[in-house]
Structures are given as C-alpha cells and as structure tokens.
C-alpha cells in the first residue's frame, strides 16, 4: 500500500501504543518495545492483504512465539546442513519472523502463510518457483516443531494445503529456462579465471557433472587403482541415488590431467579444488607480474595471511562462491573488451547441459541421458542399467575442447 495510507503507530498516555483504522482503535503492545513495532508492521501486511483486519488473539502463556520456534529449528540445523541450504532456511524463516515473530506457533494458520508468501512476491527478487520452495521450508520449521512437541500436528496439515503458486499469477516471475553455453563462450572467459577455478569449469564441462558435484569433490572421493585407464569420481551424495545407488562418475585422461594438480599432498578428507589455491595463485600471479619492490607494509601484510591463511578465505568452495567467480571472470574480461566482443553472463549449471547437448549430438538420446542422469525416479530406472558403461564409453573418447587454446 502507498505510505500515506498506512495508519499511524501512536502512543497513549497509559503506555500502550495503538492504531486506530477505519474507526476502530488496535492496541499493539507497550509503546517502544520492540513487540509493538512488530505488531504495528504486521498489522500494516495483513491490511494490505485482507479486506478487514482480524485481531491476533493474546497468546497463551504455555505456548511459544514463532521466533522461539525459528530460533529453536536453526540451532537444531546449523551443523546438520550444508552453508548453502542453512542459508536459504535463514531467508525463508526472516520473512516469517518480520511479520508474526511474536504470535503463538498455533495460532499460525494457512492465510497467514499466504501473508507472508505475498511479502516475498512484492519484493520482487525471487521467481515464483523459489517462493514456492521458500513458503515450503517455512511449512518444514513447523513440522519440526510437531516433532518437537512444540507445534500442533493439525497446523502442519492445515499449512500443507496451501496450493502453490502457479505460473502467470499476479505479481510473480520465472526465470528463463536454462539453456547451454556455447565452448567458445567459455574458451573467451578462462583466462580470466585462476587455473583452480578454470580447471572446475573444464572438467565439469567435459564430465556434465552438477555444480554441487564438482565443488565438494574431496581427494578420498577419487578412486585411481582401477587399471582400464580411468578414474572414478564416487560423490559422497547425489539426486537420483535414492533409484540408481551409488554414482560413479568415470574420469577420462582430459579430466585426470586437469585433476592431478590439486590432489599432490591432500588428506582424504580435503576438497580437491579450494578457493584458498585460487588465492594462493592470484597473488603468485601479482608477484610475478610485479615491477616495483614490495614495501615494508605489504611484506608485513603477506607474512600475517601466510600465518592466517583461513582469516580470509575458506578452504572449500559453495555453489555461491562458484558462481561469484565465474561472474567475476566475465567482469574482468568485459572490462577489457570492445563493447562488440563483449561476453555474456552464463553460470555453472550451463556447462551441464553444454555436456549434454554435445553428448547428445554425438553419440545420442540416450548417451546423454546417461551422462547427465534424471531427476524422475522412471526415467532413471529406465537407464540406470547400463550406465556407467556408457559413461566409461564416453570417458575414455573424450577431448578437451579448450585444451588448444592453454
């Protein structure tokens, strides 16, 4: 709603702040505490959003808050998750807290899901697909709570019954369907990039591996004794295992050459490619490129972030900090390019579908299928028999398209 006709927050002389609206007087709490200014701006959402304001009911003192509910589910998760999804959890729950924080968890209900999930459409920084997971991850604090004891199974079931939003409804967006980036797209952006970061792009490329799957490869995921001539990348979880079992992803020469940099004196347990190398390489690059002498300053500056080298930089990289680094590869090279040769903006998952096409230009349907794996349990059934021979097929043919131009 426009600001002049939000109604004002004010402060009666007994202490207690109120809003008066369309003749009636709503009391808020205690003027200037904190549960005041939540419930005003509650009160301001739920008019917007509902032709005639209903009064939260006072909540019952055996009952927690929905912030005491959202504080209990993150703790619980927070070294249960990886970053990236105890991040989205924080997100998606911050909406929720802004607007009912203070309310009893079982007063919650499905209009006041709809409440919240119309808040994060007006911001309009998410497509209707991530709203649709984020009202979903608010749906799973509560049945965690049930879990807990803390939350009434009948809201859990009432909350489920909210239908998701559906394409073209007001307000809403999606984004367009991701298609594969062209080789000589990538070729243009990799030196650009350090070599740790150009050497995850090339053997996702080439293997059509996920994001997610080349970030956390770990040195003890790679099996090398095998002696057809391959290796095999076992990650430690992946979509369709539930239906196919363990994955195995064949390393052909390509991958292995670009690979074995990054294992040389790692634990089993270490992540072969670190955003910390990729540092470490950056300032190598500096040094050498270096024409005046360091002064006392920067020497003193790189002697502590050699004996803090986790002050600044992490030791594995997440599916934001991958994607930050390829932008920031394209940034770097259009900084230097004529507004005709410009490179456009593509992500990581584009390199998994450039690995299909090709492989699906080449060798077939279902080469590529096999390659990339499914995301419905029917489909991968179909395939999963024979599989990791026709990825081994694959594995050992394979030629980096990129390798002429190191």
Request: hydrophobic share 30%.
């Amino acid at each position: 709603m426009p600001k002049n006709t939000e109604p004002k927050l004010t402060n009666r002389k007994d202490g207690r702040a109120v809003v008066h609206w369309k003749g009636k007087m709503y009391l808020m709490g205690k003027s200037g505490t904190p549960e005041a200014k939540i419930a005003y701006h509650r009160f301001c959402v739920e008019i917007q959003n509902q032709p005639v304001f209903t009064p939260q009911p006072a909540k019952n003192e055996t009952e927690i808050s929905i912030s005491e509910l959202v504080a209990g589910f993150l703790d619980y998760h927070l070294h249960r998750q990886d970053k990236v999804q105890f991040t989205h959890n924080k997100l998606a729950v911050s909406y929720l807290v802004n607007i009912y924080g203070t309310l009893a968890v079982n007063e919650f209900s499905p209009k006041k899901l709809k409440v919240v999930r119309s808040q994060m459409v007006k911001t309009g920084r998410m497509c209707r697909r991530h709203i649709n997971g984020y009202a979903q991850r608010i749906i799973r604090v509560f049945s965690w709570g049930v879990e807990e004891e803390l939350v009434k199974p009948d809201i859990v079931a009432a909350l489920r019954e909210v239908r998701s939003l559906r394409k073209g409804e007001e307000g809403t967006h999606d984004n367009p369907k991701r298609t594969e980036i062209s080789d000589d797209i990538v070729r243009r952006t990799l030196p650009f990039m350090s070599p740790t970061v150009a050497a995850m792009v090339q053997v996702q490329r080439l293997t059509g591996m996920r994001p997610s799957e080349i970030y956390r490869m770990r040195t003890g995921d790679i099996d090398q004794s095998q002696e057809n001539g391959l290796w095999y990348y076992v990650p430690g979880k992946h979509k369709t295992e539930e239906y196919i079992g363990e994955k195995k992803i064949p390393l052909g020469k390509p991958e292995q050459e670009l690979i074995l940099p990054y294992l040389e004196g790692k634990k089993p347990e270490a992540t072969v490619f670190s955003p910390r190398t990729a540092m470490e390489e950056w300032h190598a690059t500096r040094r050498a490129n270096r024409k005046t002498k360091v002064s006392p300053s920067q020497a003193e500056r790189n002697r502590q972030r050699a004996e803090n080298p986790a002050d600044k930089v992490g030791e594995s990289y997440d599916s934001s900090a991958y994607r930050k680094a390829i932008e920031h590869a394209i940034r770097k090279a259009n900084s230097t390019l004529p507004d005709g040769e410009k490179i456009p903006h593509w992500t990581p998952y584009q390199l998994r579908h450039a690995a299909g096409t090709e492989a699906e230009k080449t060798a077939g349907l279902d080469k590529a299928q096999a390659l990339l794996g499914h995301t419905s349990a029917n489909t991968t059934k179909r395939y999963a028999h024979g599989r990791l021979a026709i990825t081994e097929e694959l594995a050992k043919n394979r030629k980096n398209p990129f390798e002429s131009e190191k």
